[in-house]
């Protein structure tokens, strides 16, 4: 009898004990996740206070699990953020140490956001390119080292991949190009040198290509036109040589394209003017040759920067013609004769148009 009773006991304490054991995360995710916390150090906020306890799915800063299988999803911790926690600190997010590889052992995870945290170094580890779920890497703001993962391309899901602002070197490797799901890539404002890989049009589904501030060298690849989404591509600020595919003024919906700050010479494509680009920065370049006649009444820039480059002959008369041009700047090329008057150019500066071979008239001096 006492058997039975304490077998009954027994059972009825697994049966009610069973549901939150499964609920948990398993020991392993709880491990990986301990030793990713061990190589930080968050000095301020206290975003790991809450990192205790055995079942890290359960209000642990940061992170979200799958809720059917209890798995680590998603890590986020942002350095710059709305919440409490944050405002209650004596000052904004910073954090020292690295992003440790054990964090590859969280083969679930689909989703890492470690940004604007300034201060965590050390590479990316190389490992993260195992993770078969991955969707978003987002590493923004911190003083990351080393190159992107030689094999990222094998992250056939990813859709997002931001590592700007960071200390990254090497070159753009060749299987990023493998990467079929991509639509946003920033790699902003590192160190990254070599050329934009010749195959870059096989991301078919990119966005925006946002590549500028590095120490990029070579060619703009043609195949980039083949990106049919593509509407925001911002080369700038890099060692960029050769012509402007003229391909680029033929993509069905881009809307910005930036090269300025680059080496980049031989003519403007006229198909660039009349394009569906409204932001067009060709500034500090080695273009040359004339301003091509392409206007017409679609033409609608709310920037048009030509400025610093060798270009030569007349501002073209079709430019009166202009839907609208807002920020307009010639300046500093080799160009001559007189500025045609209309509604696009009423409100424009003689700063516009200062220091060229002799433009003249209004808001310059009469011709
Ligand atoms: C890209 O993917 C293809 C097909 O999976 C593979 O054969 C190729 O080696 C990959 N390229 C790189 C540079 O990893
Ligand atoms: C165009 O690029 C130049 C050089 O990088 C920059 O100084 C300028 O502000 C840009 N123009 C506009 C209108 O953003």
């Known amino acids: 009898m006492a058997t039975t009773t304490f077998f009954y006991t027994l059972s009825a304490i697994l049966l009610l004990s069973l549901p939150s054991v499964s609920n948990a995360c398993p020991p392993s995710d709880r491990a990986a996740l301990l030793a990713f916390r ?31 299988t209890h798995r680590v999803a998603d890590i986020t911790l942002r350095g710059v953020s709305e919440d409490p926690i944050f405002q209650k600190a004596p000052r904004t997010g910073y954090m020292t140490g690295s992003i440790s590889r054990s964090i590859c052992k969280l083969e679930r995870l689909s989703g890492l956001t470690i940004t604007d945290w300034k201060g965590i170094s050390g590479p990316i580890p190389p490992c993260i390119s195992s993770l078969p ?34 200390e ?8 990023l190009t493998n990467l079929s799901s991509l639509v946003h890539l920033d790699i902003r404002g590192n160190k990254i040198s070599g050329a934009i890989p010749i195959n870059f049009g096989k991301l078919k589904k990119l966005r925006r290509a946002l590549l500028s501030g590095n120490m990029l060298n070579g060619p703009i690849p043609n195949s980039i036109s083949q990106i049919y989404g593509l509407a925001d591509l911002d080369l700038s600020v890099n060692h960029l040589s050769g012509p402007i595919p003229a391909s680029l003024g033929k993509m069905a919906v881009l809307a910005t394209l930036n090269l300025d700050g680059n080496q980049i010479s ?13 932001i067009l920065n060709l500034s500090r370049n080695a273009i040359e040759g004339n301003i091509p006649d392409a206007f017409g009444p679609r033409s609608y820039f709310t920037v048009i920067d030509l400025s610093y ?22 300046s500093h090329n080799h160009l001559c004769g007189p500025i045609p008057a209309g509604p696009p150019f009423d409100h424009l500066e003689a700063s516009s148009f200062v220091s060229n071979d002799c433009l003249c008239g209004k808001p310059l001096g009469a011709c």
Not at 313 to 324: L, V
């Open 38 to 68: 061990a190589a930080l150090k968050e000095p301020y906020i206290g975003i790991f206070n809450s990192w205790n306890g055995n079942d890290c799915c359960q209000n642990w800063y940061g992170v979200s699990c799958d809720p059917e």
């Open 133 to 166: 779920f991955l969707r978003h890497l987002d590493l923004v703001g911190n003083k990351l080292t080393g190159e992107i993962p030689a094999d990222i391309g094998r992250l056939s899901q990813l859709t997002l991949l931001n590592v700007a602002d960071n």
């Open 168 to 175: 990254i070197t090497g070159a753009i490797p060749g299987s």
């Open 266 to 278: 031989g003519p403007i494509p006229s198909t660039l003017i009349s394009s569906s680009i409204s």
């Open 309 to 330: 480059n060798k270009l030569s002959g007349g501002i073209p008369n079709s430019i009166s013609s202009a839907m609208y041009i807002g920020h307009f700047d010639v």
